[in-house]
């Protein structure tokens, strides 16, 4: 099964140049080295040297953004490892084995969110339970500490990152379409409606005399679209509703329109190499824009890019990715790491990572500092992505998530490349779809 979820889902090769993000306010690295310290516990931590081993996937990007130099500045005796492979996919499967073994686990292991029912479920005993040292979880946003926290109150992860929705959008497209370029035009456009959104596409279509479409694919817009809602594939009771839920029916109706409007798609399967290529080629004029998406956009659109592109709010809140970090019971050094983890989460730092790399902080009160709220990126026509994001993350619901969340997720945009790029029936694709899934996901 083809896997079109990418966490938090900051870009491959994310490099210092990412983003090009320009702040018109910063805050002193020492004050915030102290204030951090002194809100999160910081110590000595005793003269013994200590070597913290850190697990991740992708790219976050605690030391890109030089946490770790400042946080073994901030204690002279510890020292930071970090190992990161590509793709979550090769990590998670080693992280449940060790789990499952209690052995060869890092002190701090990260958490994609679509893996997170599951370790809050029946792996849960084998995190450490951040309620019981006392870690501040006031400031994240309170949907995301939900997501971490098992059936019995246990809180095992600490976010890292969430992904509220925005456009990204061609300036220089939609103008040879006769359409608005300014980004709070371009909004109003589509607000409150992702059916609004496909009629400016209509607009597009119309409009423009060169080849590209409006929309990257169908799948994307399923995924952007299906998480405005409190219940996706999973009730709050954690039953599966997919096959009669509003949010899944809306999301796949406006897809489907999406796939057999001619010109209205792509048709790409995203993270695929004729997806990155597009970029490129400037073939399509929007993209469903969770935050984590402008370091893909930058990366592949390149230099002739720059300018071109930029960003409008999106017709609904909501939130498309993110991840978590929590300590192994296991862990070497755990009430170390457990320090370590709930610094790195703390919001001066989550704000600092925001200005690196553009993953947008899961603390809401990180949400409010000018390193994000201030935020403008250059390559994106100096957007003020800060605020634009700092909205969409204000006003997302709280989805529910469940053990097959993403797989079943993955289904139905599977369903879609039926539509859009093999032909087949709407009525036929999710009648397949639904029969994947209960292969799928059997108990």
């Not at 946490?67 to 996919?89: C, K």
């Not at 809401?364 to 100096?382: G, H, I, K, M, R």
């Not at 909205?391 to 969340?405: K, Q, Y």
Request: one cysteine or more; hydrophobic letters at 40%.
């Amino acid at each position: 099964m083809r896997s079109i979820h990418r966490p938090s889902k900051p870009p491959r090769r994310r490099t210092r140049r990412a983003l090009a993000i320009g702040l018109t306010a910063t805050l002193a690295a020492t004050a915030l080295a102290a204030c951090s310290s002194d809100d999160e516990g910081g110590s000595e931590g005793g003269d013994e040297e200590i070597t913290l081993s850190v697990g991740l996937f992708g790219t976050i990007a605690y030391e890109a953004a030089g946490l770790y130099d400042e946080y073994e500045r901030l204690h002279p005796n510890i020292t930071i490892e970090q190992t990161s492979p590509q793709e979550n996919d090769d990590y998670i499967r080693q992280l449940r084995n060790r789990l499952t073994q209690n052995s060869g686990l890092a002190d701090i292991q990260a958490i994609e969110v679509g893996n997170i029912a599951e370790m809050a479920g029946e792996l849960s005993p084998r995190w450490v339970d951040f309620n019981e040292y006392d870690v501040n979880l006031d400031h994240f946003q309170p949907w995301k500490v939900d997501q971490a926290t098992d059936e019995d109150g246990r809180v095992i992860g600490l976010g890292y990152d969430i992904g509220p929705m925005a456009i990204c959008y061609r300036t220089d497209l939609f103008e040879e379409a006769g359409l608005p370029t300014d980004r709070e035009e371009v909004g109003e456009l589509w607000a409150g409606d992702w059916n609004a959104y496909l009629d400016v596409g209509d607009d597009f279509i119309d409009g423009t005399s060169g080849d590209a479409a409006f929309v990257d694919s169908a799948a994307s817009l399923f995924n952007a679209a299906v998480y405005g809602y409190d219940e996706t594939f999973y009730n709050e009771a954690g039953e599966t509703i997919y096959d009669d839920s509003p949010a899944v029916q809306d999301a796949w109706d406006l897809s489907v329109r999406a796939a057999q409007t001619d010109g209205m798609s792509a048709q790409l399967d995203q993270f695929s190499q004729e997806w990155n290529r597009a970029f490129a080629n400037s073939d399509f004029a929007t993209i469903a824009c969770p935050a984590w998406m402008l370091g893909s956009i930058e990366e592949y659109s390149a230099e002739d890019g720059e300018g071109n592109w930029d960003v409008a709010a999106a017709p609904m809140a909501s939130n498309w990715g993110g991840s978590f970090i929590g300590v192994p019971e296991a862990a070497e050094h755990k009430e170390e790491a457990i320090e370590l983890a709930a610094w790195l989460s703390a919001p001066e730092q989550q704000a600092k990572i925001f200005a690196e790399t553009a993953a947008f902080p899961s603390s809401a009160e990180a949400t409010t500092l000018p390193e994000v709220q201030d935020a403008t990126s250059a390559y994106f026509n100096d957007a003020p992505i800060g605020q634009i994001f700092a909205a969409s993350a204000a006003e997302i619901p709280a989805a529910v998530i469940g053990t097959h969340t993403y797989t079943i997720q993955a289904e139905f945009t599977n369903g879609l490349v039926q539509i859009e790029q093999q032909g087949a029936s709407p009525d036929s694709a999710w009648d397949d779809t639904l029969s994947s899934l209960d292969n799928a996901i059997a108990e």
